[in-house]
């Protein structure tokens, strides 16, 4: 503003005009509630820093519990998704490992050793569904089968009233359930079998289950189609015939 005496420039907080020392009583008001502002905002600082320095020792413990609280969640979460975290961590290193475990791969297909391909492909997390080993998709799917067609027969034959689980007929009807899986899903794939990179370890697969079922189960060739063919109580009551009753 300017000084109605002088016609000097008079800033709002100046009590006298600079240039011809006049009394600005114009801007008294002003400096006045200047002046309130001032005071009232010091007295409002000086407040809260007795509150803040009333409460530092709580404000220490919500921090604290604040970080105990985030380092929980993140030990449940890791916690949680260990398996997860361990199982992708083997599928990587089976891709890296490719040329290694291809190589040992090849050395149970070639033996035969079926369960043991399942069990290598299992232990390493192999991942069949996609690259670079997504050509063992269809074996691996026949061989799970033929692997539990083999455990769950020898298993009931060997232990017959002296069940491995709860009681016999549950092994009978694991036994019935694993026979049943291996041979529809070899019959469902044959399109596909047919000409895959593996069908002559399928073919063998096949082979090896039609000898199981005759030596352990007295399932011949002339049976099997009638066997597969009936119900699967039909086909449970014929396995507790020869893995129970006859042994009592």
């Known amino acids: 503003m300017k000084c109605i005496s002088c016609g000097g420039e008079v800033g709002l907080t100046d009590e006298k005009c600079p240039f011809c020392g006049r009394v600005v009583t114009e801007t008294a008001g002003y400096r006045t509630d200047l002046k309130d ?6 007295k409002i600082k000086r407040r809260l820093a007795e509150v803040l320095a009333g409460n530092i020792p709580l ?12 380092a929980n969640g993140i030990a449940f979460y890791v916690k949680d998704n260990a398996y ?19 190589a ?13 391909f399942v069990a ?3 232990y390493h997390n192999i991942a069949e569904w996609e690259a670079p080993y997504d050509d063992l998709k269809l074996l691996w799917e026949i061989a799970y089968r033929y692997d539990s067609l083999v455990s769950n027969v020898e298993s009931a034959v060997m232990f017959g009233q002296d069940a491995r689980r709860y009681r016999p007929q549950d092994d009978i009807s694991d036994c019935q359930y694993a026979i049943h899986g291996f041979y529809h899903e070899y019959e469902a794939r044959q399109t596909e ?14 082979e090896k289950a039609d000898i ?14 009638a066997f597969l063919a009936a119900s699967d109580i039909e086909q449970e009551a014929y396995l507790e015939g020869v893995l129970i009753d006859e042994k009592e």
Request: hydrophobic content about 35%; glycine content about 4%; proline content about 0%.
């Open 59 to 70: 404000i220490i413990s919500a921090v604290v519990m604040l970080a105990l609280l985030i």
């Open 37 to 42: 502002y001032r005071e009232k905002s010091e």
């Open 193 to 206: 079998i047919e000409g895959d990179t593996y069908e002559a370890y399928i073919r063998d697969m096949k």
């Open 84 to 102: 997860t975290f361990r199982s992708d961590a083997m599928r990587d290193e089976s891709v890296k490992n490719y040329d290694a475990y291809s």
């Open 212 to 225: 199981l079922l005759k030596i352990y189960l007295g399932i011949d060739d002339a049976d099997r189609d």
């Open 120 to 122: 290598f492909k299992e």
């Open 104 to 116: 040992e791969i090849e050395k149970y297909l070639e033996a035969g050793d079926y369960s043991g």
